[in-house]
C-alpha cells in the first residue's frame, strides 16, 4: 500500500513539473481568454461579434474555422513532455526565411505566395499558417519536415495573402489624420488574417464613415475587423542606485523618470536604450541620470541619438533613444538576474515578460506586429498624436514609470532571456512596445550581449 502511495505522490509530482514550470500562469491564461467584441462587414452591414483574446490559446485548432489540418500526424508533446520553445522559435525563423518577407521594409513572399499570416502557440508547440494554395502547404511541410515530433504546423485557409494585407495598413495610414474616426491602430493582423483597425470609440456613425473611406482608399470592406481600442497614453513617473547599469533599472531622463531598456555595446564602447519621449523627440546632447544615495543624481550617460518626428505627420518608426554611457559600467543583465544572450524578432502569439521599475515583471501574450498605432500625447482627448509601428501585447500590466523596459522572451529552464523591444506604454489590455528591428533600423546595429 505504501508503495502504491508513493508510486501515486511520484506521479503527481510528474504531472506537476511537466505542467507548472511552463512559464505561463493560470491567471494569464484567464485573462487572454476573456471575450472581446469585434466588428465584421457580412451581407452588407456591419455586424458585431466576440471571441477570446488569443483565441488560438483558448480553442482546439480543430474547432477553428478555415482549418485544414496539421502538417504532421505525430504531435510534439504529451502528458510527459513539453515543448522546446528554443526549437519551435528555430522552425519559426526557419519558415520566415523560407518565405523571405520583410515587413517593415516592405520585401514580400515570393516563395509562398498565397501566405497570410503566421503565429504560435508555445504551449502545445504549435505553427499556425494561413495560405490556400497546395503547393504552399507541401513547401511548408517539406521545409519544416526536420522538426516533426518536435513542432507541429497548423493550416488554416486565408482569404488574402500577407503582401495585400501590408498594402492596404499602408493606405490605411491616411485613416489617422480624419479626427471624426479616432483611428488608434492599423495592423495587417496575422491571426486573423484581416486589416485591423482599432477605433477609440465604435459607434454607427463610425462605423458608416469608416465605410465610406475604405471606399475612396479602395480598401475592401469585407477584409476589414474593427476593434474598440482607447489611444495609448505615454508613461512618466518614479530605485536604487546601481554601480553597474543593467536593463530595468531607474534612470532619469529630460521628462522625467523611466525604465532602462538595455545595455549595448558598440565598437566597443558602452551604451543603453530607452523610451524616446523620456526626452523630446530629436534632441540629443542632453544628461541622463540615475539615483545616486538619498535625494541625491548622477549623471549616467548623454542622449546621442533620437531622431526626429517628421513634419507633416508626426511619426517615427520606433519611440526609443540611444544613450551614451559615461562614467560607470554596464552589465548585459536584466533586473534582478535575467541574463541577456541576444536579441529575437516578435512572433504573434509568443509568450514575453518585461520588467519595469514600477509593475516589475509582467508577462502577456503578443497579438500584433508592426502594427501602426496612434498615440495621445496631450492625453486632453484625441487631438494630437504620435505615430508609431510597435508591438502589442494582450494581458501585460504596466504603468507610469515603465516606460522604457525591457520587454523579452525568457527560458523555461534557465535565466536567459531574449529582447524582443522596449516598452513604451500602456494600451488596450497589454502594452505597446518598439520592436527590436525597428530599433536597430533607426538607432543602428549593437551588440547586446558579450564576453
Known amino acids: 500500500m505504501r508503495w502504491k502511495l508513493l508510486g501515486v505522490l511520484l506521479l503527481g509530482l510528474l504531472i506537476l513539473s511537466s505542467f507548472?514550470?511552463?512559464g505561463i500562469g493560470n491567471s494569464d491564461k484567464d485573462k487572454a481568454?476573456?471575450?472581446?467584441?469585434?466588428?465584421?462587414f457580412e451581407n452588407g452591414r456591419w455586424v458585431e461579434k466576440s471571441e477570446s483574446r488569443v483565441w488560438w490559446y483558448c480553442q482546439e485548432p480543430e474547432k477553428v474555422k478555415g482549418f485544414m489540418g496539421f502538417a504532421f500526424r505525430e504531435m510534439p508533446y504529451g502528458l510527459f513532455k513539453r515543448p522546446d520553445v528554443g526549437v519551435l522559435h528555430q522552425a519559426v525563423r526557419d519558415l520566415t526565411g523560407l518565405m523571405g518577407i520583410d515587413e517593415l521594409h516592405?520585401?514580400?513572399?515570393?516563395?509562398?505566395?498565397?501566405?497570410?499570416?503566421?503565429?504560435?502557440?508555445?504551449?502545445?508547440?504549435?505553427i499556425f499558417v494561413y495560405v490556400k494554395d497546395e503547393?504552399?502547404?507541401?513547401?511548408?511541410?517539406?521545409?519544416?519536415?526536420?522538426?516533426?515530433?518536435?513542432?507541429?504546423?497548423?493550416?488554416?485557409?486565408?482569404?488574402?495573402?500577407?503582401?495585400?494585407?501590408?498594402?492596404?495598413?499602408?493606405?490605411?495610414?491616411?485613416?489617422?489624420?480624419?479626427k471624426e474616426l479616432e483611428v488608434t491602430m492599423l495592423d495587417a493582423d496575422e491571426a486573423h488574417n484581416t486589416l485591423t483597425i482599432g477605433l477609440a470609440d465604435v459607434t454607427p456613425e463610425k462605423l458608416q464613415l469608416l465605410e465610406n473611406e475604405l471606399e475612396k482608399i479602395g480598401i475592401p470592406k469585407e477584409a476589414v475587423k474593427i476593434e474598440k481600442r482607447k489611444p495609448g497614453m505615454p508613461t512618466l513617473s518614479p530605485t536604487d542606485k546601481f554601480d553597474t547599469l543593467?536593463?530595468?533599472?531607474?534612470?532619469?531622463?529630460?521628462?522625467?523618470?523611466?525604465?532602462?531598456?538595455?545595455?549595448?555595446?558598440?565598437?566597443?564602447?558602452?551604451?543603453f536604450v530607452t523610451a524616446a519621449h523620456c526626452a523630446e523627440f530629436g534632441v540629443t546632447g542632453e544628461p541622463v541620470y540615475q539615483p545616486w544615495g538619498i535625494g541625491s543624481w548622477r549623471k549616467v550617460g548623454?542622449?546621442?541619438?533620437?531622431?526626429?518626428?517628421?513634419?507633416?505627420?508626426?511619426s517615427r518608426l520606433t519611440d526609443s533613444m540611444l544613450v551614451k554611457v559615461s562614467g560607470r559600467d554596464i552589465d548585459h543583465r536584466v533586473y534582478s538576474n535575467w541574463n541577456v544572450i541576444g536579441t529575437a524578432e516578435s512572433y504573434v502569439g509568443a509568450y514575453v515578460c518585461k520588467m519595469g521599475i514600477t509593475t516589475y515583471t509582467t508577462c502577456?501574450?503578443?497579438?500584433?506586429?508592426?502594427?501602426?498605432?496612434?498615440?495621445?500625447?496631450?492625453?486632453?482627448?484625441?487631438?494630437?498624436?504620435?505615430?508609431?509601428?510597435?508591438?502589442i501585447t494582450c494581458c501585460m500590466d504596466s504603468d507610469e514609470g515603465d516606460s522604457g523596459a525591457p520587454v523579452f522572451y525568457k527560458s523555461y529552464y534557465t535565466n536567459d532571456i531574449s529582447i524582443v523591444g522596449i516598452l513604451n506604454g500602456k494600451y488596450y489590455d497589454g502594452i505597446y512596445y518598439s520592436e527590436i528591428d525597428g530599433i536597430f533600423s533607426e538607432l543602428g546595429n549593437m551588440e547586446v550581449s558579450w564576453s
Open 302 to 314: 548623454t542622449i546621442i541619438k533620437n531622431p526626429p518626428l517628421s513634419s507633416n505627420f508626426p
Open 135 to 178: 503547393k504552399d502547404r507541401e513547401k511548408i511541410k517539406q521545409a519544416l519536415e526536420k522538426y516533426r515530433g518536435k513542432v507541429n504546423i497548423v493550416f488554416l485557409k486565408s482569404k488574402y495573402n500577407f503582401e495585400e494585407l501590408l498594402k492596404w495598413k499602408e493606405k490605411a495610414r491616411e485613416l489617422f489624420r480624419i
Open 20 to 22: 507548472g514550470s511552463a
Open 33 to 40: 481568454c476573456r471575450l472581446v467584441r469585434y466588428w465584421v
Open 106 to 126: 516592405g520585401e514580400f513572399s515570393a516563395n509562398l505566395p498565397s501566405y497570410g499570416g503566421m503565429f504560435i502557440n508555445e504551449e502545445k508547440g504549435l
Open 364 to 391: 502577456g501574450y503578443i497579438t500584433e506586429t508592426h502594427s501602426s498605432i496612434g498615440i495621445d500625447r496631450d492625453k486632453d482627448g484625441y487631438t494630437d498624436y504620435w505615430l508609431f509601428d510597435v508591438g
Open 246 to 271: 543593467i536593463g530595468g533599472i531607474k534612470i532619469t531622463a529630460p521628462r522625467g523618470s523611466c525604465t532602462l531598456g538595455f545595455t549595448s555595446k558598440i565598437n566597443g564602447e558602452d551604451y
